[in-house]
């Protein structure tokens, strides 16, 4: 950290294009600038109202020294074309983050960027509030709720900077801010992008520094050999150790001290669900980290998986984007594949046997008549609920499950041998649209979702008015 000589003092006035700010003490520091907290004076119409910023400076604390006097930043003639192609990557990353933060309310947004001292600047918005290191020091470690509500719009970001093809390559619990909105609630942000990166196209970086500082404990393997590619991968790791300091309260060991899986062993008497989801992105093979996965499966979880063991048979969802369409795939645990299978089983069974037997009539008019009618009422019941209570269906796991059950169990009951072979296609016609509307049963899709439920009611009504 540069020391007290190298910082701009209280009281002094640095000037922007735009306005005059005065520097009211220094938040932090570290190997390639300072962040200081200033105030400005700012004009809305007539009136004048006094706002607070924060303000990174570009100083490489091991080239550069600031004048006395003048207060402007010096180094060597050797150490000037490393400091002055670092200052040119630093603008061109403040004028990056500028374009990209705007667009997403959990990265930090920077108001301008200018030169002066013979250094560079950029404005940030000042969040009141702490830190999330600060708030787990206080608070002690997370449940699981709370460490959700809180992660999953950081990793959205991630996966918005991911996008734009800007890894952060410093994501931990010092550079998350936990800001309060005006209505009271608890906005995290992403900050500190001194160590962040642009690539091209072709996966080259823009920029022409290639530092190899790391955050120990939340920094992956190869990021203390050097990142030249973009590796969206490096940052899916700190997410994964971040989440790990807040469930434990602790700092997780440098990743070149540990052994596959180590993490994820600490975090399992807690949720099998999170530990898996931990497990998977601090794998220390790159290559095994599951980068798609991340950005989904924590938005996917609900209270009731961080509940359950693997022991108990539910079905997990997990959002997959594709293009702009966001869908649901339903994924079975070991425990519930046993069930299905045991149920189809079963099913097999009776359908051999009775109708082999002289208990044929018995068993279609009797037995499996009596399954056709549970399913077909279930499916129409149950597709009513989601008709008139759409959001409560989504979210509900069990209802999703008894309904697919009752769909499947419906269907193979009918009669169909009655039918020609074009009304058993017609059949599965139908059964496909149904399917399809309750996949695209997001938010976003409620009315779509609905005129699948609305399909559904007549379905199960023509089933049973026909048996």
Same mark, same amino acid.
């Given at each position: 950290?540069?020391?007290?000589?190298?910082?701009?003092?209280e009281g002094y006035i640095l000037q922007s294009p735009h306005y005059t700010y005065r520097i009211e003490s220094v938040l932090g520091a570290g190997g390639f600038g300072i962040t200081y907290l200033a105030t400005a004076n700012i004009k809305v119409g007539n009136v004048s109202l006094k706002g607070n910023f924060a303000i990174k400076e570009h100083f490489v604390s091991s080239d550069c020294e600031?004048?006395?006097?003048?207060?402007?930043?010096?180094?060597?003639?050797?150490?000037?074309?490393?400091?002055?192609? &670092?200052?040119?990557?630093?603008?061109?990353?403040?004028?990056?983050?500028?374009?990209?933060?705007?667009?997403?309310?959990?990265?930090?947004?920077?108001?301008?960027?200018?030169?002066?001292?013979?250094?560079?600047?950029?404005?940030?918005?000042?969040?009141?509030?702490?830190?999330?290191?600060?708030?787990?020091?206080?608070?002690?470690?997370?449940?699981?709720?709370?460490?959700?509500?809180?992660?999953?719009?950081?990793?959205?970001?991630?996966?918005?900077?991911?996008?734009?093809?800007?890894?952060?390559?410093?994501?931990?619990?010092?550079?998350?801010?936990?800001?309060?909105?005006?209505?009271?609630?608890?906005?995290?942000?992403?900050?500190?992008?001194?160590?962040?990166?642009?690539?091209?196209?072709?996966?080259?970086?823009?920029?022409?520094?290639?530092?190899?500082?790391?955050?120990?404990?939340?920094?992956?393997?190869?990021?203390?050999?050097?990142?030249?590619?973009? &590796?969206?991968?490096?940052?899916?790791?700190?997410?994964?150790?971040?989440?790990?300091?807040?469930?434990?309260?602790?700092?997780?060991?440098?990743?070149?001290?540990?052994?596959?899986?180590?993490?994820?062993?600490?975090?399992?008497?807690?949720?099998?669900?999170?530990?898996?989801?931990?497990?998977?992105?601090?794998?220390?093979?790159?290559?095994?980290?599951?980068?798609?996965?991340?950005?989904?499966?924590?938005?996917?979880?609900?209270?009731?998986?961080?509940?359950?063991?693997?022991?108990?048979?539910?079905?997990?969802?997990?959002?997959?984007?594709?293009?702009?369409?966001?869908?649901?795939?339903?994924?079975?645990?070991?425990?519930?594949?046993?069930?299905?299978?045991?149920?189809?089983?079963?099913?097999?069974?009776?359908?051999?046997?009775?109708?082999?037997?002289?208990?044929?009539?018995?068993?279609?008019?009797?037995?499996?008549?009596?399954?056709?009618?549970?399913?077909?009422?279930? =499916?129409?019941?149950?597709?009513?609920?989601?008709?008139?209570?759409?959001?409560?269906?989504?979210?509900?796991?069990?209802?999703?499950?008894?309904?697919?059950?009752?769909?499947?169990?419906?269907?193979?009951?009918?009669?169909?041998?009655?039918?020609?072979?074009?009304?058993?296609?017609?059949?599965?016609?139908? =059964?496909?649209?149904?399917?399809?509307?309750?996949?695209?049963?997001?938010?976003?899709?409620?009315?779509?979702?609905?005129?699948?439920?609305?399909?559904?009611?007549?379905?199960?009504? =023509?089933?049973?008015?026909?048996?």
């Open positions: 950290m540069p020391s007290k000589l190298n910082v701009l003092p600031r004048e006395q006097d003048s207060k402007k930043v010096v180094y060597s003639n050797p150490a000037k074309e490393r400091v002055e192609n &670092s200052r040119k990557d630093f603008i061109s990353e403040a004028k990056r983050l500028h374009k990209v933060g705007v667009n997403h309310q959990n990265i930090v947004k920077v108001n301008e960027v200018f030169e002066a001292n013979n250094t560079a600047y950029y404005v940030m918005e000042y969040l009141e509030g702490e830190s999330l290191r600060s708030f787990v020091n206080k608070n002690g470690a997370m449940k699981e709720d709370r460490l959700l509500s809180l992660m999953n719009p950081i990793i959205e970001a991630v996966q918005y900077l991911h996008r734009n093809r800007v890894t952060h390559l410093d994501i931990k619990p010092d550079n998350i801010m936990l800001s309060h909105d005006e209505n009271g609630s608890s906005r995290p942000v992403l900050i500190d992008f001194g160590l962040s990166k642009h690539y091209d196209k072709n996966g080259k970086p823009t920029s022409t520094i290639n530092t190899l500082a790391c955050s120990d404990g939340y920094a992956p393997i190869e990021q203390y050999a050097g990142i030249t590619t973009f &590796s969206p991968s490096a940052d899916i790791y700190a997410l994964g150790a971040t989440m790990w300091f807040c469930l434990t309260g602790k700092n997780p060991k440098k990743s070149t001290e540990l052994h596959e899986g180590e993490l994820a062993s600490f975090v399992k008497p807690l949720s099998k669900a999170l530990s898996q989801l931990i497990e998977n992105a601090c794998k220390l093979n790159r290559d095994l980290r599951n980068i798609q996965l991340i950005y989904s499966a924590a938005s996917s979880l609900t209270n009731e998986d961080l509940t359950k063991e693997d022991d108990v048979g539910h079905v997990s969802t997990k959002h997959i984007e594709s293009g702009k369409l966001n869908y649901q795939i339903y994924t079975f645990n070991n425990i519930t594949k046993r069930l299905i299978f045991l149920f189809v089983l079963i099913l097999v069974i009776l359908e051999t046997v009775f109708s082999w037997s002289g208990f044929h009539d018995w068993y279609y008019y009797g037995l499996r008549g009596i399954f056709k009618q549970v399913g077909t009422l279930s =499916f129409l019941f149950l597709s009513v609920y989601g008709l008139t209570e759409t959001n409560n269906f989504i979210q509900s796991k069990k209802a999703k499950y008894l309904w697919t059950i009752s769909l499947a169990l419906g269907l193979y009951c009918m009669d169909a041998y009655r039918f020609d072979f074009w009304s058993i296609i017609g059949w599965f016609i139908l =059964f496909g649209i149904v399917i399809t509307c309750y996949e695209l049963s997001v938010r976003k899709f409620l009315k779509f979702t609905q005129i699948g439920f609305l399909i559904s009611i007549l379905l199960s009504l =023509f089933w049973y008015t026909i048996s």
